[in-house]
């Protein structure tokens, strides 16, 4: 029977073990155990109760689109913060979106994807991980196009100010949210008797009373951050006066009531990014994208943030999501992030996974959810421990996937998971089985002979070259991807040395798959140094492979289309690279001029029509 530890773990879903780099089974301690359980609420005098054997169910499908049933379609990924235009305010918006729809129209694009648009921390602006949001149910107000909105009047001091905003090659997360902020605030004060009280026909009451508690809570989390950081203390909650950690205190109400009209304002800015991003949709189906937008979903929230702060009982915070050691971490991470919890995920007529993903699916012709593994288990890490201290919890996998068909249904939306990593055993199945697309990067789909050829691709997946945690492919065949690991200190220069070999054996396979598809005979592979010229074509030649692919939907990153140097994001940093922060080298009235971008959509045109 083993111990009553034993026992108690294996009833609410730990794993006794944990991959280790070298991709062995290692016991989870007693010690991690006991932590993770009273992370989920249980303690040592809990009984165990007999589990009741679930029979076996139909898997329920997805929904997909004809155009996927019948055909291949492609589309071009971005991060909407990247966008350099003439008019944004140092930062990519919702406006530029509509002209990256219509640019993406012009090359035969069928689908624009995006980062996560969650709302951040708007009194803390440079915590900017699209990935580490304060909520997943709202939108970022730093992507307002303001000079869109109604009631704007510009002038030659704020000009200035928006002329050096544009210039820099990163975000200014904190210039940008000063002024887009006191901006909206003046438009706020002086124009909402007049033009505040419908906005294409929708009533902005209509939006807060069906946003509801969750909506005003979130406001209400807006303005106590703003009045804690202007006294000193932390945007995030955790820092706060204990009177003020739970949203139904009796201060909490009293400053609700003082700052109403504040509480107010930050529900007109969910109302106006609602309003711009329910637009660009629009955009999209209007000029004909088979897809539309294709949007990203997080795998959590910030531990301090809105979300875990409004509905405290819907989240586990004794520990973190995080991922146990492997080759590339070989200490293991801990993101850092808030995860539903398990018993409460999926509950209730309107469960917190329900409302989660229906507030990017209200705006999307498809979603990705950001590491897929998690709908049957996640990796915790218990608060104060090491990441390698962690364990595997199970999630309750045929409920949330119940909940993204009936969901993917209401909004005519398809589901793509990111399948990527350690993953346990017959997920990939399950969600095929589901109608949930695969998600295949280029450079990850190699097996012992060599890269995988176009036809082995699964026709439910989407297939792409790179993504917001890799290089660009250029930059993948320079090493770059090896040389920042080793220069963050992420792995040992022993592993680094290893990884080197192997991008050596990399680089001859992909060349060999690349022009056996073309049935090219192979010739001189590009040097890891060569310049930008001689890597154009081995650049077009893997977007011909990729489109060639049996997948249904092929995602081309903007970045690989434009050539860009510096990474999105290094996955294990912090303080040592401005992940989030880079902007394209080039702006949106320039990408038609790029050559690059012609020949890669030509390709595309050729052959996924």
């Known amino acids: 029977m083993g111990s009553h530890l034993d026992q108690l773990a294996r009833h609410h879903g730990i794993s006794p073990t944990r991959p280790s780099p070298d991709n062995v089974e290692v016991p989870v301690s007693d010690e991690t155990k006991w932590k993770v359980l009273a992370a989920l609420g249980v303690n040592q005098k809990s009984v165990v109760t007999v589990l009741k054997q679930q029979s076996s169910k139909t898997i329920p499908k997805s929904y997909l689109p004809k155009a996927l049933k019948q055909g291949r379609v492609w589309g071009i990924s971005l991060q909407l913060y990247e966008l350099r235009s003439k008019r944004n305010w140092g930062i990519g918006d919702f406006e530029d979106l509509a002209g990256m729809i219509r640019f993406g129209s012009s090359l035969g694009a069928d689908f624009i994807g995006l980062n996560p648009l969650h709302a951040p921390f708007l009194a803390d602006p440079d915590r900017c991980s699209p990935y580490e949001p304060s909520n997943r149910q709202m939108l970022s107000p730093l992507y307002i196009a303001v000079d869109k909105?109604?009631?704007?009047?510009?002038?030659?001091?704020?000009?200035?100010?928006?002329?050096?905003?544009?210039?820099?090659?990163?975000?200014?997360?904190?210039?940008?949210?000063?002024?887009?902020?006191?901006?909206?605030?003046?438009?706020?004060?002086?124009?909402?008797?007049?033009?505040?009280?419908?906005?294409?026909?929708?009533?902005?009451?209509?939006?807060?009373?069906?946003?509801?508690?969750?909506?005003?809570?979130?406001?209400?989390?807006?303005?106590?951050?703003?009045?804690?950081v202007e006294h000193g203390i932390g945007a995030g909650w955790e820092a706060w006066?204990?009177?003020?950690?739970?949203?139904?205190?009796?201060?909490?109400?009293?400053?609700?009531?003082?700052?109403?009209?504040?509480?107010?304002?930050?529900?007109?800015?969910?109302?106006?990014?609602?309003?711009?991003?329910?637009?660009?949709?629009?955009?999209?189906?209007?000029?004909?994208?088979?897809?539309?937008?294709?949007?990203?979903?997080?795998?959590?929230?910030?531990?301090?943030?809105?979300?875990?702060?409004?509905?405290?009982?819907?989240?586990?915070?004794?520990?973190?999501?995080?991922?146990?050691?492997?080759?590339?971490?070989?200490?293991?991470?801990?993101?850092?992030?808030?995860?539903?919890?398990?018993?409460?995920?999926?509950?209730?007529?309107?469960?917190?996974?329900?409302?989660?993903?229906?507030?990017?699916?209200?705006?999307?012709?498809?979603?990705?959810?950001?590491?897929?593994?998690?709908?049957?288990?996640?990796?915790?890490?218990?608060?104060?421990?090491?990441?390698?201290?962690?364990?595997?919890v199970n999630y309750p996998q045929d409920k949330l996937l119940n909940i993204l068909a009936d969901a993917s249904a209401e909004f005519r939306c398809v589901v793509i998971g990111e399948d990527l990593g350690m993953l346990p055993e017959g997920l990939q199945e399950d969600l095929a089985e589901a109608q949930i697309l695969s998600y295949r990067i280029l450079s990850y789909e190699r097996e012992d002979d060599g890269f995988k050829p176009a036809n082995a691709y699964p026709r439910l997946s989407l297939a792409c070259i790179s993504t917001h945690?890799?290089?660009?492919?250029?930059?993948?065949?320079?090493?770059?991807?090896?040389?920042?690991?080793?220069?963050?200190?992420?792995?040992?220069?022993?592993?680094?040395?290893?990884?080197?070999?192997?991008?050596?054996?990399?680089?001859?396979?992909?060349?060999?798959?690349?022009?056996?598809?073309e049935a090219e005979p192979p010739h001189r592979l590009p040097s890891p140094t060569a310049n930008d010229k001689k890597l154009k074509d081995l650049v077009v030649s893997a977007h011909r492979f990729i489109a060639k692919t049996a997948s249904a939907l092929v995602s081309v990153r903007l970045a690989d289309m434009t050539g860009e140097k510096?990474?999105?994001?290094?996955?294990?940093?912090?303080?040592?690279?401005?992940?989030?922060?880079?902007?394209?080298?080039?702006?949106?009235?320039?990408?038609?001029?790029?050559?690059?971008?012609?020949?890669?959509?030509?390709?595309?045109r050729q052959e996924r029509s």
């Open 241 to 392: 006066p204990v009177e003020y950690r739970t949203p139904d205190g009796p201060e909490v109400a009293e400053f609700s009531q003082a700052r109403a009209d504040d509480i107010r304002f930050h529900m007109w800015l969910q109302w106006l990014a609602h309003r711009q991003l329910s637009k660009a949709a629009a955009g999209a189906h209007d000029a004909g994208l088979k897809i539309g937008l294709y949007l990203d979903l997080a795998v959590g929230e910030a531990m301090d943030g809105s979300a875990t702060w409004g509905e405290q009982d819907a989240y586990i915070s004794g520990a973190t999501i995080g991922s146990p050691p492997d080759p590339f971490a070989t200490e293991g991470q801990d993101w850092h992030l808030a995860a539903f919890h398990p018993y409460k995920i999926a509950s209730g007529k309107q469960s917190p996974y329900r409302r989660m993903v229906t507030a990017a699916m209200r705006y999307a012709g498809a979603v990705r959810i950001d590491h897929a593994a998690a709908l049957r288990r996640l990796y915790l890490v218990p608060r104060e421990s090491a990441p390698d201290s962690g364990a595997y």
């Open 149 to 228: 909105v109604a009631g704007f009047k510009n002038s030659p001091q704020l000009e200035r100010r928006l002329h050096s905003l544009r210039q820099t090659d990163l975000v200014d997360y904190v210039g940008v949210a000063e002024v887009k902020l006191a901006t909206l605030r003046e438009i706020w004060r002086s124009q909402k008797a007049s033009t505040i009280a419908t906005i294409d026909g929708e009533s902005f009451n209509d939006f807060i009373q069906a946003g509801g508690d969750v909506l005003r809570r979130h406001a209400l989390f807006e303005s106590l951050s703003s009045f804690m």
């Open 566 to 604: 510096h990474p999105t994001n290094i996955p294990g940093t912090s303080d040592s690279y401005p992940n989030w922060k880079p902007k394209l080298s080039v702006s949106c009235e320039e990408l038609n001029n790029l050559p690059l971008i012609r020949e890669i959509a030509d390709v595309m």
């Open 469 to 517: 945690d890799h290089q660009t492919l250029a930059g993948w065949w320079r090493g770059a991807d090896i040389k920042a690991r080793a220069d963050h200190g992420i792995v040992p220069p022993d592993v680094s040395a290893e990884h080197v070999e192997e991008r050596r054996h990399e680089r001859e396979d992909l060349q060999h798959v690349l022009h056996e598809a």
